[in-house]
């Protein structure tokens, strides 16, 4: 069953721009997992952010995480059309057996 | 290896035929784990293996779908039969450990059932 929902699903910026996506999901979890799935590739995991962790930066990622809202963002600053792509949050339900449970995604377009 | 490894890349089988799909983990990662994404939707987990040994198969359709993961050997999931809903991209993803494991992914392999 689908744990995490995604919004927008789909979004359009300007090259330079923020972005930010949500996540939200309905069960405890052990981490929730931001990865990235450009058109007609595989997934490229981003980050990776603890139940015990409320915000995670790498590069120009920042994710945040409030387990009492049961939510994460994803934000990308200064976009570039190479972030184009489609971005995925999982979840690793506390009693799931370590499997993801998969958010629907969020498309993101970043024009030129 | 360094990168999780699937082949083939894309699979075209008929209504009934068998689909046969390989994943190579990391080398010295325990846990395998098969998703399935159809449409470029959300991704659906199929099943897990801790080494050889199958940790987690909630996922998986009881009748046509099996996976094994043997020593030396590549992963493979196996379809019978294949039906026209079959058709998506499987992923496999490896990780090291269970449990706050970044799970890496494979570049999927496309199949189409016509």
């Known amino acids: 069953s689908q744990q995490g929902e995604e919004d927008p699903q789909a979004l359009s910026i300007q090259e330079g721009e923020n972005a930010t996506m949500n996540c939200s999901y309905k069960?405890?979890?052990?981490?929730l997992q931001w990865y990235r799935q450009n058109s007609g590739r595989g997934l490229v995991h981003l980050i990776l952010?603890?139940?015990n962790e409320r915000e995670k930066h790498s590069g120009r990622l920042r994710v945040t995480l409030d387990t009492s809202k049961k939510s994460s963002s994803l934000l990308i600053t200064a976009s570039r059309a190479a972030d184009t792509a489609s971005y995925f949050c999982?979840?690793?339900?506390?009693?799931?057996?370590?499997?993801?449970?998969w958010g629907a995604g969020t498309k993101l377009i970043i024009k030129p | 290896g360094e990168e999780v490894a699937q082949t083939p890349k894309h699979l075209v089988r008929g209504e009934g035929q068998k689909a046969k799909l390989y994943c190579a983990p990391i080398?010295?990662?325990?846990?395998v784990f098969w998703y399935q994404q159809v449409l470029k939707n959300e991704f659906k987990f199929l099943i897990s293996?801790?080494?050889?040994?199958?940790?987690?198969e909630t996922g998986m359709p009881k009748e046509r779908f099996s996976a094994k993961c043997l020593p030396n050997s590549p992963c493979s999931l196996e379809i019978q039969a294949t039906k026209l809903e079959d058709s998506a991209v499987y992923f496999c993803?490896?990780?090291?450990?269970?449990?706050?494991?970044?799970?890496?992914f494979g570049p999927g392999t496309r199949l189409l059932v016509l």
């Open positions: 080398k010295g990662h325990s846990y």
């Open positions: 993803a490896s990780s090291q450990w269970a449990g706050e494991e970044t799970q890496y």
């Open positions: 952010i603890r139940s």
């Open positions: 293996f801790q080494n050889e040994n199958v940790f987690d």
């Open positions: 069960t405890s979890i052990n981490n």
């Open positions: 999982a979840t690793d339900p506390l009693d799931s057996n370590y499997q993801l449970i």
